[in-house]
T-cell receptor, first 114, second 115 residues
Framework: ETGVTQSPTHLIKTRGQQVTLRCSSQSGHNTVSWYQQALGQGPQFIFQYYREEENGRGNFPPRFSGLQFPNYSSELNVNALELDDSALYLC?????????????FGPGTRLTVT | AQTVTQSQPEMSVQEAETVTLSCTYDTSESDYYLFWYKQPPSRQMILVIRQEAYKQQNATENRFSVNFQKAAKSFSLKISDSQLGDAAMYFCAYRSASNDYKLSFGAGTTVTVRA
């Protein structure tokens, strides 16, 4: 069974640029959630994708957008990067509706905006 | 909106001793799930233990156990026989049992284990 993977591991971008982060869900999981974790803080929910549709969104502006593909992998896109976007971005996969409610996290992508 | 509060930014414990981490939460729902996650330095987050709100019995996983007080909205984690590998950031998290599958996390408690 393959776990949740994310790419890239680290990324440095300049303010105003755009970035795309990628996540491959665990085998058999059809739901991907994205979280932003600022240094020294708990993760904050960005949004969730279920069967290629956005299934809930946290308090993040529209410049944070996402996609989910037929194989359930997912992308997080952030436009017009700001310094405060510097954080660890975590994705988590799960398979609700099967009786399992646990979310499995990937190792994260560390984004630095300069 | 659900809020999760961890009032202890840092805790230190001697190897082989016991440490208890506090967590309180605010919700108007009656059915939900509570979790403790462990995040070692520079490593990915893993689930330590979970509790279903409809279960009165406290969850236990080896050296980890919880004290779930539903009326008080309290969910503490006890780590017994602490080991060096327990050193990490610990997060308390809440998830509604409805269609809202997001996790709401507390700010975390850093646990240091002294040899």
């Amino acid at each position: 069974e393959t776990g949740v993977t994310q790419s890239p591991t680290h990324l440095i971008k300049t303010r105003g640029q755009q970035v795309t982060l990628r996540c491959s869900s665990q085998s058999g999981h059809n739901t991907v959630s994205w979280y932003q974790q600022a240094l020294g803080q708990g993760p904050q929910f960005i949004f969730q994708y279920y069967r290629e549709e956005e299934n809930g969104r946290g308090n993040f502006p529209p410049r944070f957008s996402g996609l989910q593909f037929p194989n359930y992998s997912s992308e997080l896109n952030v436009n017009a990067l700001e310094l405060d976007d510097s954080a660890l971005y975590l994705c988590a996969s799960s398979s609700p509706g099967t009786g399992s409610y646990e979310q499995y996290f990937g190792p994260g992508t560390r984004l630095t905006v300069t | 909106a659900q809020t999760v509060t961890q009032s202890q930014p840092e805790m230190s414990v001697q190897e082989a001793e016991t440490v208890t981490l506090s967590c309180t939460y605010d919700t108007s729902e009656s059915d939900y799930y509570l979790f403790w996650y462990k995040q070692p330095p520079s490593r990915q987050m893993i689930l330590v233990i979970r509790q279903e709100a409809y279960k009165q019995q406290n969850a236990t996983e080896n050296r980890f156990s919880v004290n779930f007080q539903k009326a008080a909205k309290s969910f503490s984690l006890k780590i017994s026989d602490s080991q060096l590998g327990d050193a990490a950031m610990y997060f308390c998290a809440y998830r509604s049992a409805s269609n809202d599958y997001k996790l709401s996390f507390g700010a975390g408690t850093t646990v240091t284990v002294r040899a």
